[in-house]
C-alpha cells in the first residue's frame, strides 16, 4: 500500500485527518509540516506562487517524509491536472465546482483511459517505469483523490448531487469565497 493509497482510504472513510495548506514555495517546508505530524498537506497553486518545478520539489519531499500531498490547482484544465498526478500528487482540490456535470468532468480527468488522461509509465506516479503498466492503470484511480471546492451559490445548492458523484472522494468548503460570494464582504471583519 503507498502513502497516497492509505490517505485515500482513510478520506474516503470519513477518518480524522489533520491537513494544512502550504503557500511558500520551498521544499524544506513540506520536511517541517510533515514531520511535525500532519496526515497530509495541501500546496496551493491557486493562490500562491508554485510552477510545475516548484511543485514537482514539494512532492519529492512528501514522498521522503511519507506525507500525501494535495495540490489545489488554479484550474482544472489537463495539463495541470496531468501534470501534477504525474509527478506523484495524492490528488488534486479543484475550486469552484459548482455541478455534478462539472465534477463527473473532472473524475474523468483523473482517471486513465478513453475521455480521462493521457498516461506515461515513466512518471513518478509510475514509479518511474518500475511499475507494471496493466499494474498501474489498475491501482492509480485508487491513489488519487478529488476533492471539489465549494465556494459559490450554486455549488451550495448542488453539493449533495456532487458529493454523489462516483469519484468524488471530499468536498472542501471555501468559506471565505463562499462568503463573499453571498455578498458577506465584511464578515471576517465581524469574526
Not at 21 to 34: C, G, L, R, S, Y
Not at 109 to 122: C, H, L, Q, W
Not at 149 to 164: C, F, M, R
Request: glycine residues 8%; proline residues 6%.
Amino acid at each position: 500500500m503507498t502513502v497516497n493509497s492509505d490517505f485515500k482510504k482513510r478520506l474516503i472513510a470519513k477518518d480524522p485527518l489533520l491537513g494544512t495548506f502550504i503557500k511558500t514555495p520551498h521544499p524544506i517546508i513540506v520536511e517541517i509540516m510533515a514531520n511535525a505530524g500532519f496526515d497530509f498537506l495541501v500546496v496551493d497553486a491557486e493562490h500562491a506562487p508554485f510552477d510545475r518545478s516548484t511543485i514537482d520539489m514539494m512532492l519529492i519531499a512528501g514522498r521522503a517524509e511519507n506525507c500525501p500531498i494535495i495540490v489545489r490547482v488554479p484550474n482544472s484544465t489537463p495539463d495541470w491536472v496531468l501534470n501534477v498526478l504525474d509527478a506523484g500528487a495524492a490528488g488534486i482540490m479543484v475550486p469552484h465546482v459548482e455541478t455534478a456535470s462539472q465534477a463527473q468532468s473532472l473524475v474523468r480527468s483523473v482517471t486513465y483511459g478513453p475521455g480521462g488522461r493521457g498516461f506515461a509509465g515513466t512518471s513518478r506516479a509510475a514509479d518511474y517505469a518500475r511499475r507494471p503498466l496493466a499494474e498501474h492503470l489498475a491501482t492509480a484511480r485508487d491513489e488519487v483523490s478529488l476533492i471539489c471546492q465549494i465556494e459559490d451559490p450554486d455549488g451550495v445548492v448542488n453539493h449533495a448531487d456532487i458529493a454523489a458523484v462516483e469519484g468524488v472522494d471530499a468536498l472542501f468548503i471555501g468559506r471565505a469565497d463562499l462568503a463573499v460570494s453571498h455578498g458577506l464582504n465584511d464578515f471576517f471583519a465581524q469574526v
